[in-house]
């Protein structure tokens, strides 16, 4: 299965700033996708993203404050703008296993984010 | 009286003991489940999956149930050891490409020796 780095793993943000998580894949893939992790909580969709296309985004999550590039078939952002304390949980890339389709997702460490 | 395949967020047992996690699942049109280990500080890990056309799969000490009728999936550990500490989620998505999963509460497990 893919190997998927985030960076950063880990970070303490003031209220206000906005900060770009990374993900990048040793091989190359359809679709990626983004989930959030609140304290205790389960999994949640962010948006699924697919190379060349604009981010197909869930119930709840909007293009301004969660926008996400996807310039290559190995690579993506998220950006969390405008954080809040709200914000504060942890946010996983993942991909789907072989060169398209879900079904099996590969999760990467994930980036905790605590916002202050 | 107990609700067959009730939820429960946390869950202890003895190492050696045999554990049994649940989950309920919501769309009657998922047609694939997947079982993940998280330890801490870590992403999800896929343990074991399952499609809707059978009841029953196994792997190395673990069993994974699917009930289509009442929607409910569990996770049977056997010979549970402190390694197997983790939360558990169950995940739902269809077999159609380009669907996402959709994740089930978590269960966390606690094995002391």
């Known amino acids: 299965s893919a190997v998927i780095s985030q960076k950063p793993s880990r970070d303490i943000c003031q209220r206000g700033t906005s900060l770009t998580i990374q993900c990048q894949v040793d091989?190359?893939?359809?679709?990626m996708f983004w989930y959030r992790q609140q304290p205790g909580q389960s999994l949640t969709l962010i948006a699924t993203?697919?190379?060349?296309?604009?981010?197909?985004?869930e119930s709840g999550f909007v293009i301004d404050k969660f926008p996400i590039s996807r310039p290559n078939l190995t690579f993506s952002t998220l950006t969390v703008s405008n954080m809040s304390p709200e914000d504060s949980s942890i946010y996983l890339c993942?991909?789907?296993?072989?060169?398209?389709?879900?079904?099996?997702?590969?999760f990467g460490a994930g980036s905790r984010l605590t916002v202050l | 009286g107990e609700s067959v395949g009730l939820h429960l967020p946390t869950l202890s047992v003895q190492e050696g003991d045999n554990s049994i996690i649940n989950c309920a699942y919501s769309n009657s049109a998922s047609d694939y489940f997947i079982w993940y280990k998280q330890e801490s500080g870590k992403g999800p890990q896929f343990i074991i999956d399952i499609r809707s056309n059978m009841d029953k799969r196994q792997g190395q000490r673990v069993t994974v149930l699917l009930n289509k009728t009442v929607k409910h999936l569990s996770l049977q550990i056997a010979a549970t050891q402190p390694g197997d500490s983790a939360v558990y989620f169950c995940?739902?998505?269809?077999?159609?490409?380009?669907?996402?999963?959709?994740f089930g509460k978590g269960t966390t497990l606690s094995v002391s020796s």
């Open positions: 993942s991909v789907g296993r072989g060169s398209s389709g879900a079904n099996v997702l590969t």
């Open positions: 091989s190359q893939v359809t679709m």
């Open positions: 995940a739902e998505t269809t077999t159609q490409a380009g669907t996402a999963l959709i």
């Open positions: 993203a697919n190379q060349g296309s604009e981010a197909t985004y």
